[in-house]
């Protein structure tokens, strides 16, 4: 048994890890368990417990973890003395007990929350009625669940071997996915949230339309719909036999992604959120004008978007024959990704939030000045950016052609990655977020020193960085012809990996985070001490690293020249040479 410890230090150790008010921790328990527990288990399990929720007021509670559950369920005197400190176990006790060898439960129904997923030689749960929150996830030698009944929440997915369900209908929360053997589930028609995802036999949901939200995903063999008119949510994606959805227009939220064999979706108007991605046999979507969030992307049948203004969100990604898209300048989020036969985008610029990524055909964008985020990657066509300057959000990533952004310094997040024609980027000073990652012709970088993100990877022909101490996080990592980085001291977080020809960091000691790895010409680094977070991986010169013991994470894996670290005994997190 390890040293008594004052209460009062064990009180002001379990107060100092609590983070939120409404988290309460039994310090009696917590006395007993330091004078059961070596020094350094208890050290642990304080650690484990830093966050513990109770979903009772003025109830404490405790969930130990892996390695106390087992003690918890294994030695009685641990566990009676536990309980005895107890008001209510079933609401303040949790117990982890997963991936264990455990076979007999029985001493553990009086716990709120047991979770037990993959113990694979647990056969007997009769004694576990009484638990409120269950996870039983593949304990695949289960077959007899009458006794879980008055479970709230329970947890059966992968439980193989189960085929009778019929107890289960109390249950407020019930997972049975990739329950394979289960056939009849006419039990279940007032469980609050079922799952039976994968579920492969079941044929008949008629039972289920009281279900609050219903999984059915992957029930490939359902076919008959009809009585889910009343579930809130409902997923029936990849149930590829089901034809007729028109009894599910009262459903709000309803996933029917690769349901190839629907072609009807008339009565689906009135659904909140629609899910149809991938099926293909769709034509006609004149009638989903009243949706909110409506998905459609990769059904290449579906030509005419017209009577879609009214949707708020509207993913046509994919959606390869379109061509005509000025009718959806009032949609508030438009996804038009890879709609490769689109043309003309004048009509959108009322959008909000518009992804035009790889529409290849598009050269003009100047009607989109008004979107606030907009996303032109690959859009390799288009030469003239000069009206986009007001957009907030803008992505020109693989915009080949472009090469004047004179006009986007107002812009706040800007992606100009593999726009390698641009050589002028002096006018981007006042941009927040700045990616100019492997343009590779930019030489001049000294006006960007306002730039709170800049990314500068792979900008091969910068050498003067001396304007850029300013800036909050910089990457310019393989930009190799930089020598000089002395003006950085005052960069938060700095990225110089692979800039081979560096050779003096000395003033690099007020960064707060620090990549060097591969830097191979440094050889000091005793101005580094300061340093939150250093990277100096596949640094071979490097010998000395006695200064470097205040850093709290030091990375110095393939330092293969390091022979001594024994001043590194308080770095918090020490990556080392495999050879030491």
């Given at each position: 048994?390890?040293?008594?410890v004052?209460?009062?230090?064990?009180r002001?150790?379990i107060e100092?890890?609590?983070?939120?008010?409404?988290?309460f921790?039994?310090a009696?328990?917590?006395?007993?368990?330091?004078g059961?527990?070596?020094r350094e288990?208890?050290?642990?399990?304080?650690?484990v417990n830093k966050?513990?929720?109770?979903e009772y007021?003025g109830y404490?509670?405790?969930s130990l973890?892996?390695k106390?559950?087992?003690?918890y369920c294994?030695?009685?005197s641990?566990r009676?003395?536990?309980?005895?400190?107890m008001?209510?176990?079933?609401?303040?006790?949790s117990?982890?007990?997963s991936?264990?060898?455990?076979t007999d439960?029985s001493?553990?129904?009086g716990?709120h929350t047991l979770?037990?997923s993959r113990c694979f030689?647990i056969?007997d749960v009769?004694?576990?009625?009484?638990?409120?929150?269950l996870?039983l996830?593949?304990?695949?030698n289960?077959t007899?669940?009458s006794?879980?009944?008055?479970v709230?929440t329970?947890?059966l997915?992968g439980?193989?071997?189960?085929?009778?369900?019929?107890?289960l209908?109390?249950v407020?929360?019930?997972?049975?996915?990739?329950?394979?053997?289960?056939?009849?589930v006419s039990?279940l028609?007032r469980?609050h949230t079922l799952m039976?995802?994968g579920c492969?036999?079941?044929?008949?949901?008629?039972a289920l339309g009281g279900?609050?939200?219903l999984?059915l995903?992957?029930?490939?063999?359902?076919?008959?719909?009809?009585?889910?008119c009343?579930?809130?949510?409902?997923d029936l994606s990849?149930?590829?036999?089901i034809t007729?959805?028109s009894?599910l227009?009262?459903?709000?939220?309803?996933?029917?992604s690769?349901?190839s064999d629907i072609t009807?979706?008339s009565?689906?108007?009135?659904v909140h959120?629609l899910?149809?991605?991938?099926?293909?046999?769709?034509?006609?979507v004149?009638a989903?004008?009243g949706?909110?969030?409506?998905t459609?992307?990769?059904?290449p049948?579906i030509t005419?978007?017209?009577?879609?203004c009214?949707?708020?969100?509207l993913?046509l990604s994919?959606?390869?024959?379109i061509?005509d898209?000025s009718a959806?300048?009032?949609?508030h989020?438009?996804n038009?990704?890879?709609c490769?036969?689109?043309?003309?985008?004048?009509a959108l610029?009322?959008?909000?939030?518009l992804?035009?990524?790889?529409?290849s055909n598009?050269?003009?964008v100047?009607?989109?000045?008004g979107v606030?985020?907009?996303?032109?990657?690959f859009c390799?066509?288009?030469?003239d950016?000069?009206?986009l300057?007001?957009?907030h959000t803008?992505?020109l990533?693989y915009?080949?052609?472009?090469?004047?952004?004179?006009?986007?310094?107002?812009?706040n997040?800007?992606?100009?990655?593999?726009?390698?024609?641009i050589?002028d980027?002096?006018?981007l000073?006042g941009?927040h977020?700045?990616?100019?990652?492997?343009c590779s012709?930019?030489?001049d970088?000294s006006?960007?020193g306002?730039?709170?993100?800049l990314?500068l990877?792979d900008?091969?022909n910068?050498?003067?960085?001396?304007?850029?101490g300013g800036?909050?996080?910089?990457?310019l990592s393989?930009c190799?012809?930089?020598t000089d980085?002395?003006?950085?001291?005052?960069?938060?977080?700095?990225?110089?990996s692979?800039?081979?020809?560096?050779?003096?960091v000395s003033a690099?000691g007020?960064?707060h985070?620090?990549?060097?790895s591969?830097?191979?010409?440094i050889t000091d680094?005793s101005?580094?001490?300061?340093?939150h977070?250093?990277n100096?991986?596949h640094?071979f010169?490097?010998t000395d690293v006695?200064?470097?013991?205040?850093?709290?994470?030091?990375?110095?894996?393939?330092?293969?020249?390091i022979?001594d670290?024994?001043?590194l005994?308080?770095?918090h997190t020490l990556?080392?040479?495999?050879?030491l």
């Amino acid at each position: 048994m390890s040293e008594w410890v004052p209460p009062e230090r064990v009180r002001e150790e379990i107060e100092s890890s609590v983070k939120c008010d409404i988290c309460f921790l039994n310090a009696d328990i917590y006395r007993l368990l330091e004078g059961y527990l070596a020094r350094e288990e208890f050290q642990a399990f304080l650690q484990v417990n830093k966050h513990v929720h109770t979903e009772y007021i003025g109830y404490r509670h405790v969930s130990l973890n892996n390695k106390h559950s087992l003690l918890y369920c294994e030695n009685e005197s641990f566990r009676e003395r536990i309980l005895s400190l107890m008001v209510d176990p079933r609401r303040q006790l949790s117990l982890n007990l997963s991936d264990s060898n455990i076979t007999d439960v029985s001493a553990l129904g009086g716990v709120h929350t047991l979770k037990l997923s993959r113990c694979f030689n647990i056969t007997d749960v009769s004694a576990l009625g009484g638990v409120h929150t269950l996870n039983l996830d593949g304990c695949r030698n289960i077959t007899d669940v009458s006794a879980l009944g008055g479970v709230h929440t329970l947890n059966l997915s992968g439980c193989r071997n189960i085929t009778d369900v019929s107890a289960l209908g109390g249950v407020h929360t019930l997972n049975l996915s990739r329950s394979h053997s289960i056939t009849d589930v006419s039990a279940l028609g007032r469980v609050h949230t079922l799952m039976l995802s994968g579920c492969s036999v079941i044929t008949d949901v008629s039972a289920l339309g009281g279900v609050n939200t219903l999984d059915l995903s992957f029930c490939r063999n359902i076919t008959d719909v009809s009585a889910l008119c009343g579930v809130h949510t409902l997923d029936l994606s990849y149930c590829s036999d089901i034809t007729d959805v028109s009894a599910l227009g009262g459903v709000t939220t309803l996933d029917l992604s690769y349901c190839s064999d629907i072609t009807n979706v008339s009565a689906l108007g009135g659904v909140h959120t629609l899910n149809l991605s991938h099926c293909f046999n769709i034509t006609d979507v004149s009638a989903l004008g009243g949706v909110t969030t409506l998905t459609l992307s990769g059904n290449p049948n579906i030509t005419d978007v017209s009577t879609l203004c009214g949707v708020h969100t509207l993913n046509l990604s994919g959606c390869s024959n379109i061509t005509d898209v000025s009718a959806l300048g009032g949609v508030h989020t438009l996804n038009l990704y890879y709609c490769r036969n689109i043309t003309d985008v004048s009509a959108l610029g009322g959008v909000n939030t518009l992804n035009l990524s790889h529409c290849s055909n598009i050269t003009d964008v100047s009607a989109l000045g008004g979107v606030n985020t907009l996303n032109l990657s690959f859009c390799s066509d288009i030469t003239d950016v000069s009206a986009l300057g007001e957009v907030h959000t803008l992505n020109l990533y693989y915009c080949s052609n472009i090469t004047d952004v004179s006009a986007l310094g107002g812009v706040n997040t800007l992606n100009l990655s593999f726009c390698s024609d641009i050589t002028d980027v002096s006018a981007l000073g006042g941009v927040h977020t700045l990616n100019l990652y492997y343009c590779s012709n930019i030489t001049d970088v000294s006006a960007l020193g306002g730039v709170n993100t800049l990314n500068l990877s792979d900008c091969s022909n910068i050498t003067n960085v001396s304007a850029l101490g300013g800036v909050h996080n910089l990457n310019l990592s393989h930009c190799s012809n930089i020598t000089d980085v002395s003006a950085l001291g005052g960069v938060h977080t700095l990225n110089l990996s692979h800039c081979s020809n560096i050779t003096d960091v000395s003033a690099l000691g007020g960064v707060h985070t620090l990549n060097l790895s591969s830097c191979f010409n440094i050889t000091d680094v005793s101005a580094l001490g300061g340093v939150h977070t250093l990277n100096l991986s596949h640094c071979f010169n490097i010998t000395d690293v006695s200064a470097l013991g205040g850093v709290h994470t030091l990375n110095l894996s393939h330092c293969s020249n390091i022979t001594d670290v024994s001043a590194l005994g308080g770095v918090h997190t020490l990556t080392l040479p495999k050879d030491l």
